[in-house]
């Protein structure tokens, strides 16, 4: 076969590996066909996944045509599929620089400056796409998520309604409207799109999990529970591994004289907060097996109802039944009126460790107050949930000691909390128990969504727990109180106003709490 295009014309007509043959006897025969080379490329990727070989055949499209931008994108996506972000940049760059009218070329440089956290530049790119071709239904659905990210509401959802205006079928578009309503605080229509999503394959487990946090946000957990166990054919897909599957205890099976792993998932306040059940099966005559996070080690060590807790993936015993510790609510039929709630409910285990925080610290002098107020930017929603120091920092009261509870710094805050007078202890604090000992040694807490907010309200600790508008489901949608945590004060962040105005009001509800005049 002598003509290229007839041979790209048999692509789902005939096995791959025919396809591959006829691509190969072509280029010896045309050597010189940049063509060719990258049409195998790209066909060796998309069946074979492999991205070195791939990654040859566009650069050799390229050495023989210097100018072949679409090769040049094509190589750009398997540097950025192997994560060198820098090379993938220099091809989009060249491939700008020799067709500046390419929209293609702009949303893909889009697409990795949005992978480097570059939210604004990454749209610069997606608009000059969207301005060469205002129908781009994948530019308009990146630049829609993008001004998600930023919070731009009213941009997100310009975009993403456009774009269903444009394809009614483009499935994520209806994921993406969900979320954009979510934060509008609007779960009607959060409710209405996600069950749209529904509809199609592709979004159906995801937009089903979404809609379980809905109905969790707003109390109902006998429906939400049942929903929220898609999190493992999404979210949590490539968690657990089958073996572990095949042995799930559902609540029913019988654990007498039996041995139980309960291994924990998502965040370390996830495992905080939920590792309260482990004390349901004093009940059941059986062996519990406890997995956390390599930094809850110490911390957990004693948790009521386990009898051996290791690091997650480490235990190599034998065991009888399996379970994800965020399943164990589902398991033990939680409901609004029945969620296991002490004051205190953690076991730091001897105490006499505590002079390390009367040593670094000193005499109290006045009241000390914990302060967190970023999470890890690698967190889910991270930029919704975290306050820039700048916001709050001046407003510090000078009646109060400022203990920073932070374990790590983002942006310039490293540099900041001199200036705001904060105590810096991150280089001191070793491990979580390290944290916990020294939220024992303040008279009261005050931080965002953070694994630091679960540490404390377990403790027992007085915590003012500041919140964006639409917070995560396990705090609700009113209300200054939680069902979690008996000594947490909630602060929500109205729409209008800014995380400033917020921790003013927690301040001064501190300052209440401390007794100030």
């Not at 050495?63 to 989009?92: C, G, K, M, P, S």
């Not at 390390?356 to 005499?363: A, E, L, N, V, Y």
Request: contains cysteine; proline residues 2%.
């Amino acid at each position: 076969m002598n003509n290229l295009y007839d041979i790209a014309n048999l692509e789902n007509k005939i096995s791959f590996k025919q396809l591959k043959k006829l691509y190969s006897k072509y280029l010896n025969e045309n050597p010189n066909s940049s063509e060719a080379y990258n049409k195998l490329g790209v066909l060796i990727f998309k069946y074979e996944k492999n991205s070195k070989l791939a990654l040859e055949h566009f650069t050799k499209a390229i050495e023989l045509n210097h100018q072949y931008v679409e090769a040049l994108n094509n190589r750009a996506a398997i540097y950025t599929f192997i994560n060198n972000l820098e090379l993938a940049l220099l091809d989009l760059d060249m491939s700008i620089i020799i067709d500046e009218n390419n929209s293609i070329s702009y949303n893909n440089r889009g697409v990795i400056k949005r992978k480097q956290k570059k939210i604004n530049d990454s749209i610069d790119d997606f608009s000059k796409a969207l301005i060469i071709n205002p129908k781009f239904e994948d530019c308009l659905y990146n630049r829609g998520t993008a001004f998600l990210n930023l919070l731009r509401l009213d941009d997100a959802l310009n975009d993403l309604s456009n774009l269903i205006s444009i394809n009614k079928n483009y499935a994520n578009a209806y994921l993406a409207l969900g979320n954009t309503y979510r934060k509008l605080n609007n779960l009607t229509k959060a409710m209405f799109y996600y069950e749209e999503a529904m509809k199609f394959p592709l979004t159906q487990d995801v937009a089903n999990l979404n809609k379980a946090t809905l109905l969790l946000l707003n109390g109902n957990y006998e429906q939400g529970l049942i929903l929220y166990e898609l999190r493992f054919k999404t979210i949590l897909k490539k968690y657990y591994d089958s073996n572990s599957f095949e042995k799930l205890w559902d609540g029913k099976k019988n654990l007498n004289n039996k041995t139980i792993l309960i291994r924990c998932e998502q965040g370390l306040g996830d495992t905080i907060q939920f590792s309260r059940y482990l004390e349901n099966f004093k009940i059941y005559n059986c062996k519990v097996i406890f997995e956390v996070q390599k930094n809850l080690m110490n911390l957990l060590v004693n948790t009521a109802g386990a009898d051996i807790v290791k690091e997650i993936y480490t235990y190599k015993g034998n065991f009888d039944y399996f379970c994800p510790l965020m399943s164990l609510p589902k398991i033990f039929n939680t409901n609004m009126n029945n969620i296991p709630i002490r004051k205190s409910y953690i076991n730091l285990g001897s105490t006499n460790t505590f002079d390390k925080w009367d040593k670094i610290i000193g005499t109290k002098k006045k009241p000390r107050v914990g302060l967190c107020w970023s999470c890890n930017p690698k967190a889910f929603e991270a930029n919704y949930k975290s306050i820039n120091l700048l916001e709050f920092g001046s407003k510090l009261s000078n009646k109060i000691e400022w203990i920073s509870l932070q374990k790590e710094y983002q942006n310039d805050d490293a540099n900041l909390i001199n200036q705001f007078k904060i105590n810096d202890l991150s280089h001191h604090q070793e491990d979580f128990l390290d944290t916990a000992k020294l939220i024992l040694k303040t008279d009261l807490v005050i931080t965002i969504d953070t694994s630091i907010a679960h540490c404390a309200g377990a403790l027992g600790k007085k915590t003012i727990l500041l919140l964006p508008p639409v917070p995560d489901w396990r705090w609700m949608r009113k209300g200054n109180t939680s069902p979690w945590y008996s000594e947490l004060h909630l602060v929500r962040r109205k729409f209008e106003d800014k995380w400033g105005d917020a921790f003013i009001e927690a301040q001064k509800i501190a300052e209440k709490y401390l007794n100030f005049k």
